[in-house]
């Protein structure tokens, strides 16, 4: 089975501070992807990679960074935290193929105070 | 762009019972994938069945099927026989080629007993 984790389920974060969410996959996957879901907003995307050191901007990159140095991790950076970046934090991978299906991770619900 | 429509915010449907999400999308791309992925309360999101444009026979897994109307550019899921692990949130997905996904606002589900 596909395993996609990410490092921590539940994060409280104050205004400022840079953080880290970590996502791993196990299955040698091309394409790692950060999503964040708010209600009644589905899932937006923020950045994804299809290749180690690659990333492209997804539709609201601003505010973050990403990070892919090897090909099963791949880092969500927020620079500077701010509330409005309160959210549920997805992270998903997937094969290059056409047709193949994301997996997601578990989660992670962070909170800006 | 792309963009993925989900007109049902909340469902719900009696154990036992047919239920049917709706999906619209809208692109001008010709060759695309379209995907519904269940999102348990607290739980990890998971694929539940996809269907490539180019095939005209509907998919089916088991009680979940589509109705997928090319050139009505709808895509809807139908629950058989539902039960009450299917409480969750369902996202519609559409996919051109290997790029990215576009996901709908999601559908909260819930089967009462």
């Known amino acids: 089975d596909v395993k996609v984790t990410q490092s921590s389920r539940y994060l409280v974060k104050r205004t400022g501070e840079k953080v880290f969410l970590e996502c791993v996959q196990d299955?040698?996957?091309?394409?790692m992807f950060w999503y964040r879901q708010d209600p009644g907003l589905g899932l937006r995307l923020i950045y994804f990679?299809?290749?180690?050191?690659?990333?492209e901007k997804g539709d609201i990159p601003e505010g973050y960074s990403v990070s892919r140095e090897k090909k099963e991790r791949f880092s969500l950076i927020l620079e500077s935290a701010s509330t409005n970046q309160t959210s549920m934090y997805l992270c998903?991978?997937?094969?290059?193929?056409?047709?193949?299906?994301?997996?997601f991770g578990p989660g992670t619900r962070l909170t800006v105070l | 762009a792309q963009t993925v429509t989900q007109s049902q915010p909340e469902m719900s449907v009696q154990e036992a019972e047919t239920v049917t999400l709706s999906c619209t999308y809208d692109t001008s791309e010709n060759n695309y994938y379209l995907f519904w992925y269940k999102q348990p309360p607290s739980r990890q999101m998971i694929l539940v069945i996809r269907q490539e444009a180019y095939k005209q026979q509907n998919a089916t897994e088991n009680r979940f099927s589509v109705n997928f109307q090319k050139a009505a550019k709808s895509f809807s899921l139908k629950i058989s026989d539902s039960q009450l692990g299917d409480t969750a949130m369902y996202f519609c997905?559409?996919?051109?080629?290997?790029?990215?996904?576009?996901f709908g606002d999601g559908t909260t589900l819930t089967v009462k007993p």
């Open positions: 997905a559409f996919r051109a080629n290997a790029g990215k996904s576009t």
């Open positions: 299955m040698d996957h091309e394409n």
């Open positions: 998903a991978s997937r094969r290059g193929g056409e047709t193949d299906t994301q997996y």
């Open positions: 990679s299809y290749d180690v050191k690659m990333k």
